[in-house]
């Protein structure tokens, strides 16, 4: 045989391979249990690929036996979604492509768990970075749905209260470094997404532009209207979606109070009942709020079909969330307008339970970033 003809024998040969490997199958197979720990019936099991979950549209379907068990063909190397669906609804698991040949245990109704973490007011403090990654680590590692918020202010615009640990620096380049450090930071930490804060909306030359346009993660405020180039072009609202396709949608909500000129508020209920359908659309609905703790009150109360607010401003340390009118209200403390080595790090922690894709849970606390002593 020549060169030509055994390469040719190669090439067919590897394409014979490759078309085995993608036709090749694994058996994605489990059981269904009710609440009572007994193998559940009368239930249709779909395999829907990751990220393709529409109506009506699906991988593959079986129907429960008798004993609760099922199994599906599917494809390897693919993560999926194993959605169990009955007369209480539909519930998702999530299932990595290298886990799909683990024998899956459900309980119907389906639970499936979001965390929300969050801080606000931080002011140009970075005390306690590392401590803060390894916990987000840690969380990240816990949970498969972890989103990671911003309540605003990160800055300081008032340059009298430009200190560090009691050094007063009337200096606006170094206003300029730290607001680009925070924002560094924050992309390093992988932040989902932010509110803008008052601090953020009172530009300081072109440093505010600078330092949230390096921000890789959206920046949020729909009640103002931002009409200078002296900060970057905010977003109403964003969604964030789960690894079982769960449809999280953030309404961003802030206040301003040095009336600069390129921003102009518009009125907040008004702007809350532009974005209210948000709420039919998604399965959670969270305003992420620098508006102030007695705000965040009032907006509840006006608003119940929010699930939850994440607030600001106010520097309202929540070590148990408030309740007002069903909407879980929470809040993670602030510094003071001054950086000192000495301000505690606190991370706001929100955990949300869905029940075939309905709220049924929600709790939250507060996790206080501490700095290991060296022995």
């Not at 024998?9 to 994605?28: D, G, M, P, R």
């Not at 693919?78 to 539909?90: A, F, Q, V």
């Not at 106010?314 to 993670?332: F, G, R």
């Amino acid at each position: 045989m020549n060169k030509e003809g055994l390469n040719l024998l190669v090439l067919v040969v590897l394409l014979l391979f490759s078309s085995a490997c993608v036709n090749q199958k694994v058996i994605v197979s489990g059981i269904v249990k009710n609440e009572a720990d007994i193998p559940a019936e009368d239930l249709e099991v779909k395999l829907h690929l990751n990220r393709d979950i529409k109506p009506d549209r699906h991988y593959k379907r079986t129907l429960l036996q008798h004993d609760g068990a099922f199994q599906i063909k599917a494809r390897p190397n693919r993560s999926y979604i194993l959605e169990i669906s009955g007369e209480k609804g539909s519930g998702r698991v999530f299932l990595p492509a290298e886990n799909l040949q683990d024998r899956i245990e459900v309980s119907y109704p389906v639970k499936e768990k979001i965390v929300i973490l969050h801080t606000n007011d931080r002011h140009f403090d970075l005390n306690n970075q590392d401590e803060l990654a390894k916990e987000l680590m840690k969380i990240r590692a816990e949970y498969d749905d972890v989103f990671l918020f911003e309540a605003g202010d990160l800055f300081v615009r008032h340059a009298h209260r430009w200190i560090v640990n009691d050094s007063l620096l009337k200096d606006t380049a170094w206003y300029g470094e730290r607001a680009l450090q925070m924002i560094q930071t924050m992309n390093e930490l992988e932040y989902d997404l932010m509110t803008l804060g008052n601090h953020e909306l009172a530009w300081i030359k072109d440093h505010i532009r600078i330092a949230l346009e390096e921000a890789r993660f959206p920046l949020l405020a729909a009640n103002f209207e931002i009409s200078t180039d002296k900060l970057p072009q905010p977003l109403p609202y964003a969604v964030l979606e789960t690894s079982t396709m769960r449809r999280i949608a953030i309404l961003g909500l802030t206040n301003d109070n040095t009336r600069r000129d390129g921003v102009r508020e518009l009125d907040l209920y008004s702007t809350v009942n532009d974005y209210i359908t948000l709420k039919s659309e998604s399965d959670v609905f969270v305003v992420l709020s620098h508006l102030g703790l007695k705000n965040d009150v009032l907006l509840a109360g006006e608003f119940p079909v929010i699930d939850v607010v994440i607030g600001g401003h106010s520097h309202n340390l929540l070590k148990e969330p408030l309740v007002e009118n069903s909407v879980l209200i929470a809040q993670a403390g602030g510094n003071p307008h001054f950086v000192s080595d000495n301000h505690l790090v606190y991370l706001g922690k929100v955990v949300l339970i869905l029940e075939n894709g309905k709220i049924t849970e929600k709790r939250g606390g507060v996790i206080e970033i501490v700095r290991k002593s060296v022995p």
